[in-house]
């Protein structure tokens, strides 16, 4: 069965795209089939995993009208293995497109079905707020929505809303959403502050936050210009190991869950 998860925060900048190439680089590097899909305008996991926005010649877009069927487009980062269903700036108008289109919300959800066998983990790189492109996101994540928290002042903030859009689209389009987990990012050891907001986050949602907690390091910010995942560009580095963790809880979790509906 096809995992599928939405990496969804609306808040701009706490580390949704480097969570989801590096995620989706450590889930291939411990065997699994994944596919990484972009639904951002700003196109920054593809071009992050070296693939040109501007000139891709198929993108999430095609998929949302309908325009390109999904193997048609999809393309394959060699190094580690990750395919990938591209954005380009494009995106941004299909909100408005969208709009008097049936069943705008299912169309990515629909579009995936004739894909979606080929691959064990699907990832959903979503753009920075509560838009039809995310709702999309929400209502194909068979498996759930991964929300990365910034350790930072005003972390929560922010975070009920997301829980509305959550329980909303749950009620109406995807009875099957939850949280899958929260994922602390840009930890700095050196500061108090950090702590401080793990615990604070922790507290407000026990057991939903992830053991693995991604540092701040210097190589998860390079490595997108050199167009590689940091299994690829660093391996050895803080950032690595903190997503090679985080992979590894992931399939943990999801490998017992299996279990125990048997
Ligand atoms: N753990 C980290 N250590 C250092 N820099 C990081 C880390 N995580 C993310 N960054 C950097 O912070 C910036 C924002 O990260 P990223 O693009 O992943 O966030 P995002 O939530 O996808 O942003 P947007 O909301 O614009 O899509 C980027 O420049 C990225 O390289
Ligand atoms: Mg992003």
């Known amino acids: 069965m096809t995992i599928i998860y939405a990496i969804a925060n609306q808040k701009g900048g706490v580390g949704k795209t480097t969570s989801t190439i590096n995620l989706a680089a450590y889930l291939a590097d411990a065997g699994m089939r994944v596919l990484l899909i972009d639904i951002d305008p700003q196109s920054n996991a593809t071009s992050a995993l070296g693939f040109n926005k501007n000139t891709v010649e198929a993108s999430t877009y095609d998929l949302l009208l309908g325009t390109a069927q999904p193997q048609d487009m999809l393309l394959c980062h060699e190094e ?22 049936m069943a705008r919300e299912y169309r990515l959800k629909t579009s995936l079905e004739s894909i979606a066998e080929q691959f064990d983990y699907i990832l959903i790189d979503c753009p920075p707020s509560l838009s039809l492109l995310t709702i999309n996101a929400l209502t194909a994540a068979s498996h759930g929505v991964i929300i990365p928290v910034q350790c930072e002042y005003l972390a929560l903030e922010g975070l009920t809303q997301l829980q509305q859009t959550i329980q909303m689209v749950r009620q109406h389009l995807n009875r099957r959403l939850r949280i899958r987990g929260l994922v602390m990012t840009m930890y700095d050891a050196r500061t108090n502050l950090s702590r401080q907001v793990v615990q604070e986050v922790r507290e407000h949602y026990p057991g939903l936050v992830f053991r693995a907690i991604i540092p701040r390091n210097i190589r998860l910010s390079e490595a997108p210009s050199y167009g590689q995942p940091i299994s690829v560009y660093t391996p050895n580095s803080a950032g690595a190991l903190g997503y090679k963790v985080l992979a590894a809880e992931i399939i943990q979790g999801d490998m017992s869950k299996k279990g125990s509906r048997r």
């Open 80 to 101: 580690s293995e990750v395919s990938l269903l591209p954005a380009n700036p494009a995106l941004a108008g299909a909100e408005v497109e969208l709009v008097n289109m």
